[in-house]
């Protein structure tokens, strides 16, 4: 019963956050035009087209949740254009001020779309506003979301709201939401939601640089963009993460630790090893003039570092790397992006 209750629960979600939204706008944009049908007959048919469209969408978003499936294109295509077409049918301006360079994973990404047409709504209906400005950003090891009004504030997310619906969807997958919205000043929504148990085969990458690394990340991806470096050495069970082993011939992009995808690389040939078997001629053109025994310590002492956020990766609450580790060795070369 506890399983059915919950995806009772979840489609009631999904309604709320997705085609009864539409449908408040739809009634919003009928009101507009009957009230200008006698001075303004242009704007009236303007925004019964603008209607007629909400309603198509509405139509097809409950297409979508009979099978299934997730608000329109965004599966396919990702965030930008699916925020782009929401942002087209609102009555009011909605600018897209910032968004990753890579695909997020697919549970976040419905996330931040629910999000984002949850704060559309609202700002429509209740909070009179002008303007939304929406800005997803990525963190090291989470992506923020935030969706922010210029309208009269005063939201709570306790009083059973649509609010209340995204804070547990966002809870489910580790985050927090934050209502920051003052009586008179604007109502702004931050979606904080970790990244590491969510890595998936939606696009392999190769990922340089941490938070704390005083630019040695940003130092060895001019290097690979550049041709000076020609290999990557990193865990079997990443890859496996994400759909497996790259496959030689495969162009893989770039980016640093908060997502901004710097470039591109070809895979020309591929190893698999255990840690404790990584020679010389593995590293030579990983490390450029550190052996192996020096390269191995300085690997474990950065697996200690970041050992909490790989043992989350990996679901393995005790993990530790140790000399049976598989790890695969990438040579790569730079590629048109």
Known sequence: ??????????????????????????????????????????????????????????????????????????TEYGLEPTLAALAGRSPIPVEVVALPDRRLPEPVETTIYYLVSEALSNAVKYAGASRVLVEVTQDPGRVVAEVADDGTGGADASAGSGLAGLVSRIEA???????????????????????????????????????????????????????????????????????????????????????????TVEVVRIAVMPFGEVDAGSVEEHEAGVGPDAWREAQRDYYDRCREQVAALLEEPDWRLTDDEPLVVLRFRPADA
């Open 173 to 263: 997958l580790g985050g927090t939401l934050d209502v920051i919205s003052p009586a008179g000043a604007g109502t702004r929504l931050r979606a904080r939601i970790p990244l590491a148990p969510w890595r998936t085969a939606r696009e392999p990458f190769l990922e340089f640089g941490h938070e704390d690394d005083d630019g040695a990340g940003a130092q060895m991806i001019a290097k690979v963009l550049s041709g000076e470096k020609t290999a990557s050495i990193s865990l079997a069970r990443e890859w496996e993460l994400e759909g497996g082993t790259p496959k030689i011939g495969q162009r893989l992009p770039v980016i640093d630790h908060r997502g901004r995808r710097h470039g």
């Open 1 to 74: 019963m506890s399983i059915a209750d919950e995806e009772r629960r979840k489609i009631g979600r999904n309604l709320h956050d997705g085609a009864q939204q539409r449908m408040i706008v739809l009634g919003h944009r009928i009101e507009l035009a009957r009230r200008k049908l006698e001075q303004d007959p242009e704007q009236a048919a303007e925004h019964l087209r603008h209607a007629g469209e909400e309603a198509r969408a509405a139509g097809a978003e409950l297409r979508e949740l009979a099978r299934g499936l997730h608000p329109a294109g965004l």
